[in-house]
């Protein structure tokens, strides 16, 4: 292990206490460690951890699963939190900001079951689980048949629930059972053509107080350009629609040389009317560019009959 530098700061890591939170807080850890900082966590249960019986969309959504860290941040006890960006809300409370987004993990969701290998292999009307809106409806645009019920809870949770047999499937981001050693219980990966994966999903952002310049300075190598610039995009779908859990909304980015292709699909949950697709594409070089490209494709989901957050 690298000994701490005096001249460095020593970082305090505010995290959840989920074993997939903890793998996040910890890959940050030993990365900062080995550049020479000394770095502790915190571990802390959140809102989101404690509300299990009911979708995050009726609750207050994903937001819950970062405000106690903000509050820990803002009263000093720590310096960073490790999010995964696709539970970050679109706008950050004032006075903070996200210092860094590191390399994008697989961003795609993952099939799950013990019994099935693949979406059509279900058969006709087997439960699904999920809480997720935007998989919801893009299950229903794939398979309209199957039966969609909510399952809370982190990934050991929901792998018990399913193996318990409550659900005959379930759909998890392949970027967290990667991370926790689980990629023997991927039966199969979505690709986006067939779901479209959430704003930020699979990636990793670090968030601290606007005014912690230290922090930026320390936290810089950390960061991954290209991913950076992706989710920006993709997130800022997700702000022009007033997007948050609620919302069945996906967008997604891929790289062809220094274009930027985003995808995104706006869904209804009730299935009164089909999916609604945009698509744009642009040289991306600055984050105010990723911005604009994702705002222009929010118009064109408007546009196309995708109704936004009032």
């Known amino acids: 292990m690298t000994t701490p530098s005096p001249s460095l700061p020593s970082i305090v890591i505010a995290t959840r206490e989920s074993q997939l939170a903890l793998w996040q807080a910890e890959h940050v850890q030993s990365l900062l460690r080995a550049r020479g900082h000394a770095v502790a966590l915190l571990g802390m249960t959140t ?109 050991q949770t929901r792998l018990r629930k399913l193996d318990e047999g409550q659900y005959a499937a379930i759909v998890l981001a392949a970027a967290g059972l990667k991370r926790l050693g689980l990629h023997e219980r991927v039966r199969a990966v979505f690709t986006p053509e067939q779901m479209l994966p959430a704003a930020g999903q699979g990636a990793l952002g670090i968030e601290i107080r606007g005014d912690r310049h230290d922090l930026r300075e320390a936290l810089a190598p950390l960061a991954h350009e290209r991913t950076w610039l992706t989710v920006t995009a993709e997130r800022a779908v997700s702000r022009a629609m007033g997007g948050s859990c609620s919302m069945p909304l996906a967008a997604h980015g891929q790289w062809d040389g220094d274009t930027l292709s985003l995808r995104a699909a706006w869904g209804d949950v009730a299935a009164r009317v089909p999916l609604v697709r945009a698509e744009g594409v642009a040289p991306v070089h600055t984050l105010e560019q990723a911005d604009a490209l994702g705002l222009a494709v929010a118009a064109q989901l408007r546009t196309a009959g995708a109704v936004g957050a009032l």
Do not use: W
């Open 47 to 155: 809102r989101g951890d404690q509300i299990l019986d009911r979708t995050l969309s009726k609750v207050g959504g994903k937001g819950l699963f970062v405000k106690e860290l903000e509050v820990a941040l803002e009263e000093g006890r720590a310096d960073i939190a490790v999010h995964s960006l696709k539970d970050v809300p679109m706008e950050l409370p004032q006075g903070f900001a996200l210092a860094c987004v590191m390399e994008r993990e697989d961003p795609r969701d993952a099939f799950v079951s013990p019994g099935y290998a693949s979406l059509d292999e279900l058969p006709h009307g087997a439960v699904v689980g999920t809480s997720s809106l935007r998989r919801q409806v893009l299950l229903q645009a794939l398979r309209p048949d199957l039966q969609i019920e909510p399952l809370r809870g982190n990934v």
